[in-house]
């Protein structure tokens, strides 16, 4: 598959449901890791991800995004 945005790629429907489960999957871990980090995105939308052809996706548009700091354990 080419790569791009993914809002471009779900409205033309070239994934399978497997391939969009595991896009999903990697999804909810960088808001994991994001989450982990302090980091609240702001504008998390198909326009701002971005996929490429072996399906590793990434966040783009952070300028709404924010800085929290981090929950310490004692």
Do not use: M, W
């Not at 890791?33 to 996706?57: A, F, S, T, V």
């Not at 966040?59 to 354990?73: E, N």
């Amino acid at each position: 598959h080419p790569g791009g945005e993914l809002f471009e790629a779900l409205q033309i429907g070239i994934y399978s449901e497997i391939e969009q489960i595991v896009i999903a999957i990697q999804c909810a871990k960088i808001l994991q890791e994001h989450q982990r980090l302090g980091i609240i995105h702001g504008d998390i939308k198909p326009e701002n991800i971005i996929i490429d052809g072996d399906l590793n996706i990434s966040f783009i548009d952070y300028g709404f995004s924010k800085f929290l700091p981090t929950r310490q354990s004692y």
